[in-house]
């Protein structure tokens, strides 16, 4: 290891840190020089920002950082990046721009380090009509960073070829965050060949490859070939590639190290212009495949989900809302947050769709968002999001809802109760039988609380009977007719919880000749109907 690396930052922070502080402030500047004009004042403030970080950080020696799917690595050192979104998503633009290696050198300016902001601003297709990133900073004589300056699937193709290990140096693997060893001939048939397989040969040998190693090394020089296909815009090829790393990677059969090494590989392939050619499938309504569209989508994970909510808010077709949706659903907790932010657009069916879209995930991390949207003064989304609320429960749902259900709208608090009694939401129980409990002299509640014990019916938990026991045989002075239509409504709701002790109840008072005989009498039958033999 170098004497500069060994001794960096060793009176000051540690490096891994120092890398992290760097990368994050090499994140704003990219995202500054794409977003603002040249002249614009934060765009100087972020650049410096930026170069200080990375000048600390190379101060004492060059430091190489390996690009991976998931973060950043230091070349030849034992200390850590932590990984963050910021750093994944920095990690993600480099990739997507065929960077693997980027090292920055001590006499790194600010002079070069615009440059190498502005060119990873232009995308990534211009970048390779270009060039690559490296040929672009050498035309502009930048002397201070230099990029991929080991060519990783040159070392393999060496390596495939029966070279030695040492050869491959330190080159490691940068997609797939560890070294790959030795490796044989990818095919039998190919010893001896110099050039290397076709897309379709790595597929074959993909497929029948039963060693994790191996699988990793042809799954790594199957991205390195097929690359190309999306840079040229040969995205119906790329779908049969895809397609097949589908398969691979929710194959059972096959490990995890190979279901990551498929899942990485498609990750990489479907970025930028593939990702919108499957969405334009998806969004065509003659397209026979949207399954397997969906499929790909949702491997590709939270990368897409800025590109599926542009579409899915943009689109009029009601199948591709659909289809969009349904996409977001099965991407899931990844596509959470950018939903949330949806939730204060000041378009209501955009709403309404994000809204629907969190009850389907189902996380309930949304509950913060969607109590502010049960208050919407729009009220197709108050329901849609008393709606959702009700279908993710737990305790904090659970108490929006029941918050709704005492603040007056009674319209509200009927949809609210119907909702928790829907979605068997068992956290309403008690709060439920109270209000069916409550004494009500001039009949304010009436409408609500026969809806709670209809709810209560339908949540279906036995334990709610000795409540509804005693409400049946409470007596009533005033307002007999409404109390008597809420006993009836108990008992409708003791014979669907059922079970014997619900049935030894009602048969007292079904051989009775009271106001609730009837009832009772109906009631049995309808528990008799739901018993197992019943014609």
Partial sequence: MPEDQRNLLEDSEDLGAACQKALAETSKALKAFSFYPDSHPLRSQILTAAYEALANLVKRGAVTLIVQRGGFAIAGRQETIESNPITRALAQELFTRELQRLTFLPELSQAD?????????????????????????ARSGVSGVMVNQIDVTAVYTKKSMGQAEEEAGEAGAEVFEERAPEAGPVQGSMAGQTAEPGVDEIL????????????????????????????????????????????????????????????????????GEMAEHLLNHLEDVDFPDKEAI??????????????????????????????????????????????????????????????????????????????????????????????????????????VLLSLVQEGDETIALHAISCLGSCRNQAALDPLLRLAAKRDLRGKLHALQLEALRAIGRIGDRRALGGLFKLVRRRCLIGTTRRIEQKRAAIESIAALG??????????????????????AAALQAMAQKEPGHD
């Avoid at 902001?117 to 672009?136: N, Y």
């Avoid at 969906?294 to 542009?310: F, P, S």
């Fill in 113 to 137: 380090l615009a440059v190498l902001l502005s060119t990873l601003a232009v995308s990534p297709q211009k970048i390779a009509e270009e060039g690559g990133v490296s040929g672009m900073l």
């Fill in 204 to 271: 074959a040998a993909l497929c029948a490859a039963t060693d994790d190693e191996r699988y990793r090394q042809l799954a790594r020089l199957l991205l390195k070939t097929a690359l190309p296909l999306k840079l040229e815009g040969n995205f119906d090829r790329l779908y049969v590639v895809l397609a097949q790393l589908v398969k691979q990677q929710a194959d059972p059969a096959r490990s995890a190290v190979c279901r990551e090494a498929a899942h990485t590989v498609l990750q990489q392939l479907i970025l």
């Fill in 294 to 399: 969906c499929d790909m989508l949702r491997l590709a994970g939270a990368e897409v989900v800025d590109a599926v909510v542009r579409r899915l808010t943009g689109t009029g077709s009601r199948a591709a809302r659909k289809a969009l949706g349904t996409t977001l659903v099965r991407i899931g907790v990844q596509a959470q947050p950018r939903l949330l932010a949806l939730l204060k657009d000041g378009r209501v069916q955009v709403v309404q769709m994000a809204v629907a879209i969190l009850a389907e995930i189902g996380n309930r991390d949304a509950v913060k968002g969607l109590v502010l949207t049960a208050y919407h003064p729009e009220s197709r989304v108050r329901t849609e999001s008393i709606r959702a609320l009700a279908r993710i429960g737990g305790m904090e749902a659970t108490g």
């Fill in 499 to 520: 079970g014997e002790q619900a049935r030894a109840f009602l048969q007292r008072y079904a051989s009775d000749k009271g106001d609730l005989a009837a009832a009772a």
